[in-house]
T-cell receptor, first 117, second 114 residues
Framework: EAGVAQSPRYKIIEKRQSVAFWCNPI?????LYWYQQILGQGPKLLIQ????????DSQLPKDRFSAERLKGVDSTLKIQPAKLEDSAVYLC???????????????FGPGTRLTVL | AQSVTQLGSHVSVSEGALVLLRCNYS??????LFWYVQYPNQGLQLLLK??????LVKGINGFEAEFKKSETSFHLTKPSAHMSDAAEYFC????????????FGAGTILRVKS
């Protein structure tokens, strides 16, 4: 079974530029997550999708970050314009389904390391 | 709000020695608890999870963790460290409500000395 795929693996941009990351979840997984992992910190959830609908985007800086999951499969996370503090690893994860009163294992991709100069 | 505290950002052990990585959580509802491992330039891999069944949870690669409600702890242990265990370890908490959001600790980097 193929894992969660992400691209690019590395990206270097200058501040005020825009950037986009792509994620393809494990086949059949309904729930998709984007996390931001700043150096020295644990991952922080940015946005969660259930199929193609947003479940939680409470920690997404909506003035500069946007994400979409068209057709409920792959997803794109965009930053426009980028700031120095956006330098981080952006992790995508997926899980089979979102259970009421339960939990579901999240499987993580390798991440995209973004450096903003 | 849920939170996780991992005591010690760096832990160093000798090969063959006991590994103990500490995790304390805060949650207003009975939690689900997880340990993930991250090798350099890779994503997170699930080691084990506690979902209110047995309090002693066994995971992959010889790791286990014990849920102690009275201490709000979920420490990760392994009897004998191997060089391949060198990595960063994250503890995470999720509530049992309708949702699957994980809140992570800051991580502990494990170094294994030969």
């Amino acid at each position: 079974e193929a894992g969660v795929a992400q691209s690019p693996r590395y990206k270097i941009i200058e501040k005020r530029q825009s950037v986009a990351f792509w994620c393809n979840p494990i086949s059949g997984h309904a729930t998709l997550y984007w996390y931001q992992q700043i150096l020295g910190q644990g991952p922080k959830l940015l946005i969660q999708f259930q199929n193609n609908g947003v479940v939680d985007d409470s920690q997404l800086p909506k003035d500069r970050f946007s994400a979409e999951r068209l057709k409920g499969v792959d997803s794109t996370l965009k930053i426009q314009p980028a700031k120095l503090e956006d330098s981080a690893v952006y992790l995508c994860a997926s899980s089979l389904r979102r259970l009421a009163g339960g939990t579901d294992t999240q499987y993580f991709g390798p991440g995209t390391r973004l450096t903003v100069l | 709000a849920q939170s996780v505290t991992q005591l010690g950002s760096h832990v160093s052990v000798s090969e063959g020695a006991l590994v103990l990585l500490r995790c304390n959580y805060s949650s207003s509802v009975p939690p689900y608890l997880f340990w993930y491992v991250q090798y350099p330039n890779q994503g997170l891999q699930l080691l084990l999870k506690y979902t209110s069944a047995a309090t002693l949870v066994k995971g992959i690669n010889g790791f286990e963790a014990e849920f102690k409600k009275s201490e709000t702890s979920f420490h990760l242990t392994k009897p004998s460290a191997h060089m391949s265990d060198a990595a960063e370890y994250f503890c995470a908490v999720s509530d049992q409500g309708y949702g699957n959001k994980l809140v992570f600790g800051a991580g502990t980097i494990l170094r294994v000395k030969s």
